[in-house]
């Protein structure tokens, strides 16, 4: 027997959730070689395998026996561990016996700390016959499952009941029980083509004879054969799929034996808006639909069927029966909704609780309907287009579409003001107002969009801040760091100035008197909040934390701006300046600080009295205005330039004078000197935060 075998492990599940399988998957291959490592194994590459009924993962070459392991035990101090005469502590024999050796066997350590008793041993390799069960047990239990089921009698739990364990190490089974189950060295094939058990000639042969079973074991695998045949049939048709990442993702966690296939539904149909085809068809059914050559759907779309089915057609007519009857739904809803304007139904939202303690969507709309064209100068967007949009923007809600189709509010709330005779402005204004709504959500194209989805999101933030709900932890129930987000890739990826404080103000205003007397309190918990997920964004695109940190410090207003002045810092720290520059601004901060010195201190030049005082004065006063116009024109990178120029004259001051003179009117007048200069480097970013890149 080879001392190195590939090594396999299955748990065979009812269906497990198609959005868990890659997370399910992502653990696991960092857990088992994990443990493995641990336990001393040696091992080669992990291959992780997922479907819906099962979760795999091979080894390639890992060892028979675990690797011998020096063991040391540290005991107490020498000079504590024998009295006056030479007898044994009561700690040293204790320390012997916890080790089941007499005191002779122990030895000497010297550390850094000094000298201790110990006990040196070479554990004995153990064979992975008897490691694996227990590191399977510890791998199940470490699995970090969203929810767990458990079934039957038994206290075992796993993300859906287990049906079979498949454990080999090589030829040879590993004896194993979980779940009620003992681990076979066989899996098993599709649930129709091939229910039975799966003969796996040997752990690296795994993916080849599932296979054979009618499984493709591999999710990434299935994911591009899914892919790449819903891109052929459709091109076929002479027409595109539309299938994002995620659609895509969950097909494949729906599938084994994917079989992409195309339906059709009645042409009437395509006089939906496409925004409701398209989300019944994928996110309701999972289908894939399909543009025409001209870039409009068509009445065709694909869809995955997980059988080779002997008459295709019949799996076809099933789909399409299903299908169709979600389209008449949505028909008819369509049809009933446009028998009333947005304007006439929105008295109808003073029934709607927004939340308790900040009234009605009625009141909401009318907040917006004040707050959103005071934005409205910074998206350059039309004021009064804005105030119509806000004051009907929350109507969709009451239709019966976006009742039965919660995903298409605002949207379909622009397709009825279109139909209400609504301007283009106000109807793509409403239709974008949500978004942002996720990470993978864009932003809204239309300048009016994006002012009324900010104003949205801090009405909501005002309020919810006001009334003492904020998040907590990982706990965020209702979403305000996602609004949070929302606001800022708005302003960011949309190139929008946006002065956060003043926003947050006006928010606040537009409650009225409710607020008013924490106004100062919540105008301050929001914009930190801002403040802090603008943080997580800026590491998130790759920024360095010091450099986050430093700029954020000074509390930009703009995120914009914010995002400006972190990419100069980038640029600069490419200079052979940078380094000491920050160097020295830690040093000026340090004395600042510890003194307590105001940056707004007069200078007073008659008090210089060190040739190193005047040249860096006048250096400064030569290049301040030079610096002050290009600070107020946020044109960060030549302001650097300059001030970096005054490196020479800072060093010469620092080797020639004394700060800290016992003259405390010399000293003051040097720290008022150094705190001008600071306060430059302070209009972009708190240097002394810098680590050095």
Known sequence: MSEYDDFLLELGCEELPAREQLPLQAAA??????????????????HAFVTPRRLA?????????????????????VDRAYDADGTPSRAAVGFARSCGVEMQNLITLDTDKGAFLAWRQVEAPQSSK????????????????????????????????????????????????????????????????????????????????????????????????????????AADMEATAILPSGLLEEITGLNEWPVILAGAFSADYLAIPEEVLITVMMQHQRYIPLRGPTGRLIQHYLFAANLRSLDPAVVVHGNNRVLRARLADAEFFWSQDRRQSLAGRRPGLDGILFQEGLGSLLAKSDRLEQLAPLLARRFDANPLALSRAAALCKCDLLTGLVGEFPELQGIMGGHYARHDGESDAVAAAIAGHYAPTGREDGIPADGGAQ????????DTLVGFFAIGQIPNGDRDPFALR???????????????????????????????????????????????????????????????????????????????????????????????????LAAINKRVHNLLRKEGVSTAMNVEPALFQDPAEHLLWEEWQAMAPAVAGFLAERRYAPALDLLAGLRPAVDRFFASVLVMDEDLALRRNRLALLGELQAAFLSIADFSLLQGQ
Request: hydrophobic share 50%.
């Open 451 to 458: 002012c009324l989805s900010v104003a949205d999101k801090l």
């Open 482 to 580: 996602r609004a949070a987000l929302g606001i800022l890739r708005i302003a960011l990826e949309g190139e929008i100035g946006l002065d956060l404080p003043a926003a947050i103000d006006a928010a606040i205003g537009a409650y009225g008197h409710l607020f008013r007397a924490q106004a100062e309190a919540v105008q301050g918990a929001v914009f930190a909040f801002l403040l802090e997920r603008l943080r997580v964004l800026f590491r998130e695109e790759g920024f360095a934390a010091d450099l986050v940190a430093a700029v954020l410090a000074r509390q930009p207003a703009d995120p914009l701006d914010a995002r400006h002045r972190l990419e100069v810092l980038v640029e600069f720290y490419r200079g052979s300046e940078a380094a000491a």
């Open 130 to 233: 008897t490691l694996l069960p227990g590191i399977i047990h510890e791998f199940l239990r470490s699995l970090p499952l969203r929810k767990r089921m458990r079934w039957g009698r038994r206290e075992e739990s796993f993300l859906r009941p287990v049906r079979w364990l498949l454990l080999r190490h090589g030829d040879e089974v590993i004896p194993f029980q979980a779940f009620g189950l003992e681990a076979q060295g066989a899996s098993h094939g599709h649930r129709v083509h091939h229910p039975g058990a799966v003969t796996i000639a040997r752990p690296s042969s795994y993916a080849e004879d599932l296979e054979a079973a009618f499984v493709m074991a591999d999710f990434a695998g299935r994911r591009a054969a899914i892919a790449q045949k819903a891109a052929r049939l």
């Open 57 to 77: 993962l091979r080894v390639e070459r890992l060892g028979r026996h675990s690797r011998p392991r020096e063991v040391l035990r540290r005991g107490p101090a």
């Open 29 to 46: 291959t960092e857990i088992l070689p994990r443990l493995l490592e641990e336990a001393g194994l040696d091992q080669g590459s992990v």
